[in-house]
Nanobody, 124 residues
Framework: VQLQASGGGLVQAGGSLTLSCAASGHSFEREARAWFRQAPGKKREFVAAISWSGGSTYYADAVKGRFSISRDNAENTIGLQMNRLKLEDTAVYYC??????????????????WGRGTQVTVSS
């Protein structure tokens, strides 16, 4: 199973980026998907999650109103639209996929599969 995140890069504060995560080797059609991030010297933290149907989405307070998570089950992908980026959004962003995991969508323990991450750097 592989999760490949892409779309990261360098952007000025106030700008936008769109991340994408493609999965292979496993269908996540009936599974929750999520994005987490880890800034230098900090623990990995929850960013956004989406239910298998896309009917429910969850966001960290820090990104609510600026980020939007989406999924395309036919393509086995998820996306993260990031708007009005701030310096504190700088981090490596990881996509994750559940496999029958229970518990809170915001809890990393719910997710069995993880991608390697893509770097997002926001400059002033």
């Amino acid at each position: 199973v592989q999760l490949q995140a892409s779309g990261g890069g360098l952007v000025q504060a106030g700008g936008s980026l769109t991340l994408s995560c493609a999965a292979s080797g496993h269908s996540f059609e009936r599974e929750a998907r999520a994005w987490f991030r880890q800034a230098p010297g900090k623990k990995r933290e929850f960013v956004a999650a989406i239910s298998w149907s896309g009917g429910s989405t969850y966001y960290a307070d820090a990104v609510k109103g600026r980020f939007s998570i989406s999924r395309d089950n036919a393509e086995n992908t998820i996306g993260l639209q990031m708007n009005r980026l701030k310096l504190e959004d700088t981090a490596v962003y990881y996509c994750a996929g559940s496999s029958g995991g229970t518990g809170s969508y915001m809890d990393s323990r719910k997710y069995r599969y993880w991608g390697r991450g893509t770097q997002v750097t926001v400059s002033s």
